[in-house]
């Protein structure tokens, strides 16, 4: 037994000792507090639980990682953190990032690298690189993440633990800082498949304040656990399983289709064609609304002002200083694939491909209850080793950038270590719109198995 204060008082201090080697923080709440009267129905009730810091907190700093923002306090709630608290959760700190969620390594912060706790000299992933390794280090047991490409996923997996993207429009976005509105999505992080569901149960659901949030009922999640997978039709993407994956990644996974097989799944090889188009497809797209979105840290609204003489140099000064390399790249790539001599070629040929992606995706549904695959074609790399290199880094994110465009769910569970790295391996799980509940299954049974 121990109380809700002690338990705040010890997560504090744990992330005090932890913080030194990790930095999975940008802003650690000193002042928390559990909720008053707590009523241990709420299963949230006391639990810490770290936020991904484009998340807007009432009162506690958000930066969105971004130097632009780096003495923001919000003065309104995010939906998702307003469910939280009234489930009683205590918002224990905010956590690194890539900058405006635009990385795959979290290095692309202005507040310093974090360090994956596996092995302090690689990458947690990213962008949500600091809530996978806030959980993965014991600082929390869940944590609030977003994906628009793989940000929840990628990062669970370098860090061996469970993160899931819900259904585009599952969980609100009010107060979300917008990267890329048609792909973004909040999402939850946890060492365990459960206390996932138990938190994505509080934060999924209606929302007026987000038009494209869905009225659809919220099911229990936690009642698609402890199920078997007879029967259940299991598509496996040829694409996903190529010599483009790193051997130990795809030995690990294989090993997680063996044993859904064994326990009765059946098992179908399939094909999405389009997989070698995702990558230009969702960055000309991800681009393109962040260069927009971005449009509104202008040095007078929010945050950071830079010196200026006029107003041309308030706005000029203020976004030349306060965005980071990788962001001023996203928003001259955009800006120009959507600018008039361009728009036809690139924009608009990137919405088409997309809606071809989507198809893939549908058609496969047709016969199949999931799809599943790795997460990335390979384990955390170390730290500088990529970020000189934005293709490349880029590439990387071909096995999970589709989900977003296709709105789909999707999760990464715990698949064992890399014969080759000897670094978590992370094993993807996708369902159709609105069916959590199979991919909570799956995620599950293979938790269970390992
Ligand atoms: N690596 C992707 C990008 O940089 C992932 C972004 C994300 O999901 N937030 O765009």
Redesign the pocket.
Known sequence: EITADQLTADTLANIKKTEDKVNAFITVDENAKPAEDLNFDNKLAGIPIAVKDNIITNGLKTTAASHILDNFVPVYESTVVGKLKAAQATVIGKTNM?EF????STETSYFGDTKNPWNLNKVPG??SGGSAAAVASGEVVAALG??????IRQPASFNGIFGIKPTYGRVSRWGLIA?ASSLDQIGVMSKRVKDSAEVLNVIAGGDDRDATVSEQAVPDYTSFLGKDVKGLRVAVPKEYMSDAVEEGVRKAVQKQIDTLKEAGAVINEVSLPHTKYVVPTYYII?SSEASSNLERFDGIRYGFRAEAKNLDEVYLNTRSEGFGDEVKRRIMLGSFALSAGAYDKFFLQAAKVRTLICEDFDKIFEDNDVIVGPVSTETAFDLNSEITDPIKMYNN?ILTISANMAGIPAASVPAGLSETTGMPVGFQIMGKRFDEGHVFQVADFIERSN
């Open positions: 890539d969620a635009m990385g795959s990213g962008s977003s994906d628009t490409g793989g940000s990267f991800a994110d």
